[in-house]
């Protein structure tokens, strides 16, 4: 006898399926959000109380607010880094996470360190020289590829590090400012969607143009 529960999970699961056929969007964190979202309908936004936003009249769409709104937070983000890394070797937000991936996950290559940062091989590569020339990583011999090199943290960069990362920290909580803890779960949860969807799209060949890249991942225009 089948439990009732797993009953339930497969129609969900089923409906899951049937909002999202997109094949690609089928990843247990999408599951999970859109279950929590389903869930709680009841505190969803409906017509009246979505939030407005200068020029949506004039045809600013839901989507073209998203990305003011993530360019912004980012900027947001980047000043405050600057104020805190005022006194640090670390200079950018960049070389902290790629100190922070090098600490604590260990050597990786010039590749993974980029693409783990959504960067391009140009942008990538001068902050790995940057970094290297002031000494906080360094090279050594790929074991497994004697043709490649791996990059690790020296000491000098786990003392910055170390120096940068409690302030740092407080850039973060400056950035959530005013979210309630259950916002920010979900503004996570929301996040890992969008960068869920967007990973395979940066790690393939991009096409030429935007419209070729709109096309290629079968989305269509929307209504504010």
Same mark, same amino acid.
């Given at each position: 006898?089948?439990?009732?529960?797993?009953?339930?999970?497969?129609?969900?699961?089923?409906?899951?399926?049937?909002?999202h056929?997109? @094949?690609r969007?089928?990843?247990?964190?999408n599951?999970?959000?859109?279950? #929590?979202? +389903?869930? #709680?309908?009841? /505190?969803?936004? &409906?017509?009246?109380?979505?939030?407005?936003?200068?020029?949506?009249?004039?045809?600013? =769409?839901?989507?073209? =607010?998203?990305?003011?709104l993530?360019?912004?937070? &980012?900027?947001?983000? +980047?000043?405050?880094?600057?104020?805190?890394l005022?006194?640090?070797v *670390?200079?950018?937000?960049e070389?902290?996470?790629?100190?922070?991936?090098?600490?604590?996950?260990?050597?990786k290559? %010039? %590749?993974?360190?980029?693409?783990?940062? @959504?960067?391009?091989?140009?942008?990538?590569?001068?902050?790995?020289?940057?970094? $290297? &020339? $002031?000494?906080?990583?360094?090279?050594?011999a790929?074991?497994?590829?004697?043709r490649?090199?791996l990059m =690790?943290?020296?000491?000098?960069?786990?003392?910055?590090?170390?120096?940068? *990362?409690?302030k740092? /920290?407080?850039?973060?909580? *400056?950035?959530?400012?005013?979210?309630?803890?259950?916002? %920010?779960? #979900?503004?996570?949860?929301?996040?890992?969607?969008?960068?869920?969807?967007?990973?395979?799209?940066?790690h393939?060949?991009?096409?030429?143009t935007?419209?070729?890249?709109?096309? #290629?991942?079968?989305? /269509?225009a929307?209504?504010?």
């Amino acid at each position: 006898m089948i439990n009732p529960l797993y009953r339930e999970l497969i129609a969900l699961t089923e409906e899951f399926e049937a909002d999202h056929p997109d @094949v690609r969007s089928h990843q247990v964190t999408n599951f999970s959000t859109w279950l #929590q979202q +389903r869930l #709680q309908k009841g /505190s969803d936004f &409906n017509a009246a109380e979505r939030p407005d936003w200068k020029g949506r009249a004039q045809g600013m =769409m839901v989507d073209d =607010m998203i990305v003011n709104l993530v360019s912004r937070l &980012n900027r947001y983000a +980047r000043l405050y880094t600057k104020i805190a890394l005022a006194d640090s070797v *670390i200079s950018t937000v960049e070389e902290f996470s790629f100190a922070i991936s090098l600490h604590f996950e260990g050597e990786k290559s %010039k %590749k993974q360190l980029i693409e783990e940062n @959504v960067l391009e091989k140009s942008a990538g590569m001068e902050i790995i020289k940057r970094m $290297r &020339n $002031r000494g906080l990583i360094q090279e050594k011999a790929n074991p497994e590829d004697g043709r490649s090199k791996l990059m =690790m943290i020296t000491d000098m960069g786990k003392g910055a590090l170390f120096a940068a *990362i409690g302030k740092v /920290s407080k850039v973060s909580q *400056i950035v959530g400012g005013n979210l309630t803890e259950e916002q %920010k779960f #979900q503004l996570v949860a929301l996040g890992q969607q969008l960068d869920h969807f967007h990973q395979p799209v940066y790690h393939q060949k991009l096409p030429d143009t935007i419209d070729d890249l709109f096309d #290629q991942l079968e989305l /269509s225009a929307k209504e504010c």
